[in-house]
């Protein structure tokens, strides 16, 4: 996979079996605009939080519980987006002698690659994708202000996660669901019924392993969020890091930077 910019494998300890993602920072390690932080952590928490449901783990149409919280990350993004972006012949704000200090952007290990869900699947490879594009953009040199073009790009993933939801899980036509402003209401929401619509087939799975799956203590340590610099040397899957690979991460961490196993 040389030359590609896809999301890295979280293969920490006994967590790489889970097949965890973290979007693919590069060697942006930092940002300097507090806005694109707000934005990958807000993301990045809400979309962990999403694919570590039960939901992911069934092949079955995902729950309302878990289409309402995907409904609720996406207008949230949005609303950072619309209310932050600043347009090209609109003056940004400056500093006259302060600048602010660069930060860590922190990353959220997110069960992707084994994910049973299909849908959940590819609306969590898009929005990895969006994270990635944040985490790597140049604005993040640019302090207090992000542009019409960045909330574009970014915007862009979001839309189409929105859009598919909309369009196949709520049956709402493509036209309405496809413009920019649209949002789902209380009705679409109350109206969810995957049973009227998908065969008989996809509304039947086998269990899965209901022992090997981490508690909520656990998680604590992914859930909290890891600092770049806390992570090892990442890869990609299903090969991890190789010596004449591009992979990120690598900093000179001891153990005690690493999330333990499960139930350790």
Not at 13 to 28: E, H, I, K
Request: hydrophobic letters at 35%.
């Amino acid at each position: 996979m040389t030359g590609t910019d896809a999301m890295l494998w979280y293969n920490v300890g006994d967590w790489g079996r889970y097949g965890l993602a973290v979007p693919n920072f590069s060697n942006d390690t930092r940002s300097q605009n507090d806005t694109i932080r707000y934005l990958t952590d807000v993301m990045g928490r809400n979309l962990q939080t999403i694919l570590w449901h039960p939901d992911a783990r069934l092949r079955t149409p995902p729950s309302i519980n878990t289409l309402t919280r995907i409904h609720k990350l996406c207008t949230r993004a949005r609303s950072i987006l619309a209310s932050r972006a600043v347009a090209a012949a609109t003056p940004n704000m400056e500093t006259a002698h302060a600048l602010p200090a660069p930060e860590e952007f922190l990353v959220y290990p997110t069960p992707y690659v084994r994910v049973r869900n299909q849908w959940l699947k590819q609306y969590a490879g898009l929005i990895l994708l969006s994270l990635t594009e944040a985490m790597q953009h140049q604005e993040n040199a640019r302090p207090l202000e992000i542009s019409q073009s960045f909330s574009g790009l970014i915007g862009q993933y979001i839309h189409r996660v929105y859009r598919l939801m909309a369009t196949e899980l709520f049956r709402v036509p493509t036209d309405d669901a496809a413009k920019p402003d649209f949002t789902l209401t209380d009705e679409h929401l109350a109206n969810y019924n995957p049973s009227t619509w998908f065969t008989s087939t996809e509304m039947l799975d086998t269990v899965p392993s209901l022992e090997d799956w981490p508690t909520e203590d656990d998680l604590q340590i992914l859930t909290d969020g890891i600092p770049i610099s806390q992570l090892p040397l990442l890869g990609r899957w299903p090969s991890g890091p190789t010596s004449g690979g591009s992979v990120s991460g690598g900093a000179n961490i001891n153990a005690e930077s690493f999330a333990p196993a499960p139930g350790a």
